[in-house]
């Protein structure tokens, strides 16, 4: 292009000296050199234009890196690499959206609401699909969230009570079904917040062996393709300074679920739920977590609701029975904007009731772990860990915090 320009001006300097000579031959006054210096000059301000263009389209059009790296962006899309023991390792594909704020309650610093949807797929043939949504409306006055998919698992699944997880011997568990689980609350009064919860799970499961024996003795085929539908109360108190990844601040939640025949569920049960957690800012850059939290059932409950033990050291199912109690805490350095270091630890325990806690056995983990960035204006990391416990080592790979 800049080629062709500058022929359009030789040739305009050429037409010039040939009119001049032409006048001079038939007697006619000669032309003046404006005519030239108006070719070069035209020709010298297409040029510049043309530059002038391509600079702009450069700024319309960032480069691949820029638009990874804009702290700035609202819509998210990542390949999301996973792995822990519960169900091994694959990749999630995930994409998020962050909804736009309104200046006052970017000011107010009302949680982003976002909306997410992720499909995955693991080396143990298990996979899945779901949407999520998280809403804060009304200068956070209501918050409206839910959660559905379709899932088709295959699990470790050790028996039922805190002995069948220590025996460490599992078999081979798929769990198959779709779940959907909205959830509203209102700010009553300060940082309080009461609503409830309605949850329907349509389940089947099955193993690839005969289960018989002390530790699987509530499990039967009359609950291995369940329908659960209930609702409940739900009281929450939250002063976190971000709901992604809080560096300070305190929550609260108590929440219940009762799944009934008139609900149209196929065994009559309730849930009953209590965790705390806060947040200590050591330091600019230094945040210290800590987590306890207590699952209660009661009633015909189907084995895949029973409460879990759910540490980072060993599988999510290696723990089940009517009532689990943990907690846990972790140091959090964020030494750069892009990455941070943890350290972590924690204890669980399962007992049928309450009162056969001081004989069961007390299951701990602890670990390291590396966070990368993600989005980091978000407060997004990609989570890497590695934990051990008395029975195993294990890696778990994952975005955001375990709490």
């Not at 091994?88 to 736009?100: L, S």
């Amino acid at each position: 292009m800049r080629l062709a320009l500058i022929l359009i001006g030789l040739c305009a300097i050429g037409m010039t000296s040939g009119q001049r000579a032409r006048a001079q031959d038939v007697g006619a006054e000669p032309a003046t050199d404006a005519a030239t210096e108006a070719a070069m000059e035209s020709a010298a301000d297409a040029q510049t234009q043309e530059a002038d263009e391509q600079a702009g389209d450069k700024e319309l059009r960032p480069s691949l890196l820029k638009r990874l790296t804009d702290p700035d962006r609202r819509f998210v899309v990542v390949p999301i690499p996973q792995s822990n023991p519960t169900i091994g390792t694959g990749i999630i594909v995930g994409a998020g959206y962050f909804h736009k704020q309104s200046e006052a309650d970017e000011a107010a610093g009302v949680p982003n609401t976002t909306t997410q949807v992720a499909g995955g797929y693991f080396d143990t043939s298990s996979w899945g699909i779901v949407l999520r949504h998280d809403g804060y409306y009304k200068q956070d006055t209501w918050r409206l969230s839910g959660i559905g998919g379709y899932l088709s698992l295959n699990l470790p699944f050790f028996g039922i009570g805190g002995e069948a997880g220590d025996k460490d011997q599992s078999v081979g568990w798929n769990l198959e079904g779709w779940a959907i689980w909205p959830r509203v609350l209102r700010r009553v009064r300060g940082d309080w917040f009461l609503g409830g919860d309605l949850r329907a799970i349509d389940s089947d499961s099955g193993f690839n062996v005969p289960v018989a024996g002390e530790r699987f003795d509530r499990v039967n085929e009359n609950r291995l393709e369940v329908t659960s539908v209930g609702l409940g109360p739900r009281i929450e108190y939250d002063t976190r300074d971000n709901t992604v990844n809080a560096y300070d601040g305190t929550y609260f939640q108590f929440s219940s679920v009762f799944n009934g025949r008139a609900l149209g569920s196929d065994h009559t049960y309730e849930i009953y739920g209590v965790r705390a957690r806060r947040y200590q800012l050591l330091s600019p850059k230094l945040t210290f977590a800590m987590e306890g939290k207590g699952r209660f059932t009661n009633g015909s409950v189907p084995f895949f609701d029973l409460s879990r033990v759910e540490l980072r050291g060993f599988p999510a199912t290696q723990y089940m029975d009517n009532i689990a109690l943990q907690g846990q805490v972790e140091l959090r350095w964020r030494a750069h904007k892009w990455f941070g270091f943890t350290a972590f630890g924690g204890l669980g325990a399962v007992a049928p009731e309450l009162s056969e806690f001081q004989s069961s056995t007390v299951a701990w983990s602890g670990g390291f772990g590396l966070r990368v960035g993600v989005a980091p204006k978000r407060r997004v990391y990609l989570r890497a860990d590695f934990a051990w416990s008395e029975h195993d080592e294990s890696f778990h790979l994952f975005v955001n915090e375990a709490f």
